[in-house]
């Protein structure tokens, strides 16, 4: 079972390849959302918005098994594919890499492009710290207020992150764990009456 992965630990901005006149800006944000994948496209957008193209890659997903790359009106494959490979070459997930060009007047072909593209991908690569993150899990509980005290001592032991309790006749606990030790807490959680849990993965 896989229960960790590789991402950028913070984002990279401007980092800058020039190539026959044109000038390729090279960004990556970390993310762990398709939201937050569109909130760092349009910021990179707003910053350069007289550029002639956006080009991208994404992986989401614990093996970036949600993932795309975009040629932004570059001829097909010639931009998002080489960026792209770049994120797979480093088996990094939870970023978008952005290369953002501003056209210099002379036409670099395709091959041209292919190579531009994945080596300002590459130099932006260069630039970024690189994480191992251990994948966590969502813990959600109900539980009778009688059961608290023997509740918080299982999860204390397993290091859980208590995010939220709410104490009410049927209490209820949002907290957070390494999956590793999934199988763990749930076996001491099973043998407890009238208790009640489930997980959500969290990548």
């Not at 290091?159 to 606990?173: L, N, R, V």
């Amino acid at each position: 079972m896989i229960t960790e992965f590789k991402t950028a630990a913070s984002k990279v901005t401007n980092v800058l390849l020039k190539e026959k006149g044109s000038k390729f800006i090279g960004f990556l944000f970390p993310i762990s959302t398709q939201k937050a994948m569109q909130e760092a496209l349009n910021e990179v957008k707003a910053a350069h918005p007289k550029a002639t193209h956006h080009c991208y890659a994404f992986r989401l997903g614990l093996q970036g098994e949600n993932y795309r790359a975009n040629d932004d009106g570059e001829p097909s494959g010639s931009a998002g594919l080489p960026i792209y490979n770049q994120l797979l070459s480093n088996q990094l997930t939870n970023v978008i890499l952005i290369v953002v060009r501003y056209y210099g007047g002379t036409k670099l072909g395709v091959s041209g492009l292919v190579k531009a593209y994945k080596e300002s991908a590459q130099l932006t690569l260069e630039q970024t710290e690189i994480t191992t993150k251990e994948l966590e899990s969502h813990l959600t509980i109900h539980f009778p207020y009688s059961s608290q005290n023997a509740l918080f001592t299982v999860l204390n032991k397993f290091g859980a992150k208590i995010i939220e309790f709410k104490a009410e006749q049927t209490c209820e606990i949002s907290a957070q764990i390494k999956t590793n030790q999934k199988d763990g807490i749930s076996k001491l959680l099973s043998e407890m009456p009238s208790v009640q849990f489930q997980f959500e993965e969290l990548v």
